[in-house]
C-alpha cells in the first residue's frame, strides 16, 4: 500500500469540495436505499449488535464523524447514546436534518448534525466517550491526520471504533453507474485515478491497512473485528452499486 498520508493533486480543499459534491448529489438516492431497500431491516439489526458490543454502554457521548445521511448516529442515538453527527456533504447534512424533523416531538435521543469536516473537526468539543464512523476511512484524504485530530477530542481511555472495507484494491470499474442528481456517472468522474491516489485508504488491500492507520496515529489495543453475518446479506440481496462483496469489520483503537 502507498503511504497513508500521501497528499493528492490540487489542495485539500479542492479534493474535498470534488467529494462533497459528489455525495451531496447521492444524499437522497443512498438513504433511500439504506432505509428502504430490501435488507434494510437485516442490515440494521446486524450493525446494532455489533456496535453495541465495541463501545461503552450507553449513556455516553458519541461523535460520528462523516455521517452523511446519520445511519449511524440515529442508530447510535435508539441505543441511548448522545450523538454529534459531522459531515461537510451540504447535500447529507439536509436528508439527516430532515429524518430529525421527521421524528417525534421531544424525541430527547435524536442526533444533532453539524456542517463541520472529519478529518479536521473545529466545530465541536469534546470529550466524547467515542468517535465513530460508518464507510468513511476510506475516503478521507488524511487518515492518520484525522485519527490524531479525533483523539483531541475524546476522553481517557475513550474509543475510537470505524466500520469500513477494502473496497477498491484493484480500482473502479469505469463503467459503474449511480443514481445521482450529477448524472450516472458521477462516482467514476468523483472518485478518477487522480483521487484515488490522493486518498490513502482508497485502494488498501485488507483490514490491517484499516488497523495501521490507528495505530499509527497513536491508539492502543487496536483491534479488528469482522462482520461476517454481512457477506450472507450481500449474497441474498446483492450490492449497492460499484460494489463488490468484501469482508467488512470495524477497526478500534483506545486513547491511552
Known amino acids: 500500500m502507498s503511504d497513508r498520508r500521501q497528499p493528492g493533486p490540487g489542495t485539500a480543499a479542492d479534493l ?17 436505499r439504506q ?13 446494532t449488535g455489533r456496535w453495541s458490543r465495541v463501545l461503552p454502554g450507553p449513556p ?3 461523535l460520528d464523524v462523516g455521517t452523511g445521511s446519520g445511519y449511524l448516529a440515529f442508530l447510535l442515538a435508539d441505543l441511548g447514546y448522545d450523538v454529534t453527527g459531522i459531515d461537510l456533504s451540504q447535500g447529507m447534512l439536509a436528508v439527516a436534518r ?12 435524536a442526533p444533532r448534525f453539524v456542517e463541520d469536516d472529519a478529518v ?8 466524547f466517550d467515542a468517535v465513530v464512523g460508518r464507510y468513511v476511512l476510506w475516503t478521507l484524504r488524511d487518515p492518520v491526520a ?10 481517557p481511555g475513550g474509543t475510537v471504533a470505524c466500520a469500513d472495507a477494502a473496497w477498491y484494491p484493484g480500482g473502479i470499474d469505469p463503467g459503474t453507474t449511480v443514481e445521482s442528481t450529477d448524472g450516472p456517472d458521477a462516482f467514476v468522474r468523483t472518485y478518477s485515478t487522480a483521487t484515488l491516489d490522493a486518498l490513502p485508504l482508497a485502494r488498501a488491500r485488507d483490514a490491517d491497512d484499516f488497523a495501521a492507520v490507528l495505530t499509527d496515529a497513536g491508539l492502543a489495543d487496536v483491534e479488528v473485528v469482522p462482520v461476517p453475518e454481512l457477506a450472507e446479506l450481500d449474497r441474498r440481496f446483492g450490492m449497492s452499486p460499484g460494489h463488490e462483496s468484501r469482508p467488512q469489520f470495524i477497526v478500534t483503537g483506545r486513547r491511552p
Open 16 to 32: 474535498q469540495g470534488r467529494l462533497d459534491r459528489y455525495w451531496s448529489g447521492r444524499a437522497t438516492a443512498y438513504t433511500e
Open 35 to 47: 432505509r428502504r431497500d430490501a435488507r434494510a431491516a437485516s442490515d440494521l439489526r446486524v450493525w
Open 60 to 62: 455516553g457521548r458519541v
Open 98 to 109: 430532515d429524518r430529525v424533523r421527521e421524528a417525534a416531538d421531544g424525541d430527547t435521543r
Open 120 to 127: 479536521a473537526p473545529a466545530r465541536v468539543r469534546g470529550p
Open 146 to 155: 484525522a485519527v490524531r485530530r479525533w483523539m483531541t477530542l475524546l476522553a
